[in-house]
């Protein structure tokens, strides 16, 4: 596609249930990166996709977040058992090979 | 380790002064440094990157920023402000190589008046 794409654009859900967010890279880029970004806040790091490597999940902030990546293609993010604090942005941005990230829409998540 | 640190939550400018964003950033190598902008409900868009070439960078809609390591900073200047300039502006880090997850600033909200 033209750009990167994420989905839902908007997301409302209880606390408890669990989300799924989805984001499609910008075709041919082999990096995707998942952030956060809080009300009035900068964005935090959550976890890196670099080909068929490993993740680096180093920014997930607690286990009832999880990723997944299949190739160089489309990837969601899980967040389980939902509470309010994770209620955010959540944006997804994709490289190529220069050192510059695209970023998707983001999905606005508020957990009620 | 890297970080960076914005040192102005908001400014205010009358269309048609100057704009100044002040960042000042920490890293234990050479870093990129980009800065980025966001309008209400719309995506982050690049305005302008340094990857250790030019210290003056120039980007898109008039904006350009001064890599000093001397000083550690980077900040954003545009010679006169358009009311379409007003947005939140986020200052980044990253490495040049490896993860390069972007480091960003809190951000600092421009707002142009009339």
């Known amino acids: 596609g033209a750009g990167v794409s994420q989905s839902p654009s908007n997301k409302v859900t209880e606390k408890g249930k669990d989300v799924e967010l989805r984001c499609d890279p910008i075709s041919g880029h082999t990096a995707l990166y998942w952030y956060r970004q809080r009300l009035g806040q900068g964005l935090e790091f959550l976890i890196y996709f670099q080909g068929n490597s490993a993740p680096d999940k180093s920014g997930l902030p607690s286990d009832r977040f999880s990723a997944e990546r299949t190739g160089e293609s489309v990837s969601t993010l899980t967040i389980q058992r939902t509470q309010q604090e994770d209620s955010a942005v959540y944006l997804c941005?994709?490289?190529?090979?220069?050192?510059?990230?695209?970023f998707g829409p983001g999905t606005r998540l508020t957990v009620l | 380790a890297q970080s960076v640190t914005q040192l102005d939550s908001h400014v205010s400018v009358s269309e048609g002064t100057p704009v100044l964003l002040r960042c000042n950033y920490s890293s234990s190598y050479s870093p990129s440094l980009f800065w980025y902008v966001q309008h209400p409900n719309k995506g982050l868009q690049l305005l302008l990157k340094y990857t250790s070439a030019a210290t003056l960078v120039k980007g898109i809609n008039g904006f350009e920023a001064e890599f000093k390591k001397s000083e550690t900073s980077f900040h954003l200047t545009k010679p006169s402000a358009h009311m379409s300039d007003a947005a939140e502006y986020f200052c980044?880090?990253?490495?040049?190589?490896?993860?390069?997850?972007?480091?960003f600033g809190s951000g600092t909200r421009l707002q142009v008046q009339p």
């Open positions: 980044v880090v990253s490495r040049d190589t490896g993860r390069r997850a972007l480091t």
């Open positions: 941005a994709s490289r190529g090979t220069s050192n510059e990230q695209f």
